[in-house]
């Protein structure tokens, strides 16, 4: 693995609480390669759970589309583990997602995550001062578009900009988080090498 790999991971659930019954829908996952996009794995989540009104308002996940376009956790699951590897995590408090998914890894009696991870909560409250720390007020602050907020891929690649200009910052006092994310000032490639399958949190 490339000493500057990483994973910028977001997932969207029925809930907030795994240990309350709720669910991942949506995983979606970006390998990052400096500042280079070069692998992304997505898909919809099926559940057994009725979504309610208010989540489906803030991601827009019906159980309608999961019955069309969903795929079993157990077959999603492993693959996002496949996916990330011993790879860094980065995420908009990744806390929440972790527990998702080793909620999920419990349930299919495998082994829960132990990676590093990056949590760009807590670098926006260590470099700037705004009244909320959510992604979508954080992105705002920070210039960065948010095409479709809280589906899983778009804050993805919402929370990957969101890094950069955090990572930036953090390089302007003096302090290293990701250096080489910083070597090379053009817009980051987002093609990825391999096409993933196709297919929020509540933040």
Do not use: W
Request: glycine letters at 4%; zero cysteines; charged letters at 25%.
């Amino acid at each position: 693995m490339s000493e500057n790999q990483y994973i910028i991971l977001d997932v969207e659930t029925t809930g907030f609480k795994p240990q309350e019954g709720h669910s991942i829908i949506e995983v979606a996952a970006e390998r990052l390669i400096d500042r280079r996009v070069v692998d992304e794995y997505q898909s919809l989540v099926m559940t057994d759970r009725i979504i309610d009104q208010e989540s489906v308002s803030i991601h827009g996940i019906t159980n309608d589309l999961l019955t069309k376009e969903g795929r079993p956790p157990e077959i999603v699951i492993p693959e996002l583990i496949e996916f990330i590897g011993n790879s860094i995590l980065i995420g908009h408090n990744i806390g929440f997602d972790l527990a998702f998914i080793n909620t999920h890894l419990f349930r299919l009696e495998l082994p829960p995550l132990g990676n590093k991870t990056i949590d760009t909560v807590e670098l926006a409250r260590r470099y700037l001062l705004i009244p909320n720390y959510s992604l979508e007020k954080v992105a705002a602050y920070l210039k960065v578009p948010q095409p479709f907020a809280h589906r899983a891929k778009a804050d993805v690649e919402v929370t990957r900009q969101v890094f950069i200009k955090l990572n930036e910052r953090a390089l302007e006092k003096g302090h290293k988080i990701i250096p080489a994310l910083t070597k090379n000032k053009q817009k980051p490639d987002r093609t990825p090498l391999n096409q993933p399958e196709k297919t929020s949190k509540l933040f």
